[in-house]
């Protein structure tokens, strides 16, 4: 498992938004491109880097993300406007995946993998 660095994590966060549009989620907009993509992100995440898909309940929705290496890692925090209160509750790929579909997994997942290996 590759340690997640400050260094890292700046270039997850840049790929990701260089890769999300509106074929990763259909609440995306160039004003709030965070916004829709948290199942979809938490699953390519997952793909990348292994660890846990984890969910919370925030605006009677869910919200996905990560836990790699007991860290959590939320790359769509950004989509909310106020300090989300993290319930942690274990998830996994079939939940997180109802949140998306597989045309936008697929884009989001090739495009990540081509953004971010083309910077290790």
């Known amino acids: 498992m590759t340690k997640l660095t400050d260094n890292k994590l700046l270039l997850i966060e ?3 938004l260089k890769c999300w ?3 990763t989620s259909s609440k995306w907009t160039p004003e709030k491109p965070y916004k829709g993509q948290c199942g979809v992100t938490s699953l390519v995440i997952n793909d990348l880097f292994g660890g ?3 969910r919370t309940e925030v605006e ?3 919200h996905f993300y990560n836990r790699i290496e ?3 890692y939320d790359f769509t925090r950004k989509q909310f406007n ?3 209160y993290y319930q942690d509750i274990e998830s996994n790929r079939e ?5 998306t579909d597989e045309c936008q997994y697929s884009t989001l997942k090739k495009l990540m993998y081509q953004k971010y290996t083309q910077h290790l």
């Open 14 to 16: 840049q790929c990701l």
């Open 21 to 23: 549009s509106i074929e």
């Open 52 to 54: 846990n898909i984890l």
């Open 60 to 62: 009677g929705q869910w």
């Open 70 to 72: 007991g860290e959590r």
């Open 82 to 84: 106020f300090e989300i």
């Open 95 to 99: 939940e997180a995946f109802a949140d």
